[in-house]
């Protein structure tokens, strides 16, 4: 029910927050807490931003050609690419670009979050941010994955959890929504980005800064 309906959905937004836990080599687990806002219109279009205590960024997609502002860097990149969010997050992907979240926002979501599963449990009710969800744990052979589904008729996902299983202490992925609104109750978004006249324009690898950790330090 809820990849049906956020499928359906043509035009949606909606605030995030997501934490990323990393391991040191002395095996302590820190986690990088980022928030930020996303607008969808299907099937084309996409205007992310996420704010940390490492990156600064804009992320627009028009269709045609996708724009990541580094705005603490002072730098942007440019890579054209017809096509469908379908089409950015497998290209994205096939770049080695991690986005965790993104295949909430697939055209083939179900197929994607079931693909591999092993076993599916429903573990309960449950109340993420005071809202009445539905919470569901499932596992593959690499990842475990837990999500709750805000009851009624907005089966939204409210939060999303992903356990890297075979790593060492298990570090978690976990995205929170908020906010969320869809068809007329969404805001008129733009999809371009205003570049600042000093930035400076490089290749998206350059943009290393854009990713919700730090640098390892040299």
């Given at each position: 029910a809820m990849?049906?309906?956020l499928v359906a959905q043509k035009?949606?937004?909606f605030n995030y927050q997501s934490s990323l836990e990393a391991v040191t080599p002395d095996f302590e687990k820190l986690q990088f807490v980022s928030s930020g806002t996303a607008n969808i219109t299907r099937p084309d279009k996409l205007r992310v931003t996420r704010t940390g205590g490492f990156a600064d960024i804009d992320v627009s997609f028009d269709g045609s050609t996708l724009t990541v502002h580094g705005k603490n860097l002072d730098a942007y990149a440019k890579v054209d690419g017809k096509?469908?969010?379908?089409?950015l997050i497998d290209r994205l992907a096939d770049a080695g670009v991690e986005a965790p979240g993104a295949d909430l926002l697939s055209s083939h979501v179900y197929d994607i979050l079931m693909s591999d599963v092993t076993e599916a449990k429903h573990i309960s009710s449950a109340?993420?941010?005071?809202?009445e969800c539905e919470y569901l744990a499932f596992r593959t052979p690499e990842l475990d994955w837990q999500i709750w589904i805000q009851t009624g008729s907005q089966p939204i996902p409210r939060r999303?959890?992903?356990t890297s299983k075979h790593v060492v202490q298990a570090p978690q992925y976990?995205?929170?929504?908020?906010?969320f609104k869809s068809g007329a109750d969404v805001a008129a978004t733009s999809y371009n980005i205003d570049i600042p006249a000093n930035a400076k324009t490089v290749d998206l690898s350059e943009l290393q800064s854009i990713d919700e950790l730090p640098a390892p330090a040299v």
């Open positions: 990849s049906d309906f035009s949606i937004s096509g469908s969010l379908d089409d109340f993420v941010d005071g809202v999303y959890v992903i976990t995205l929170e929504i908020s906010n």
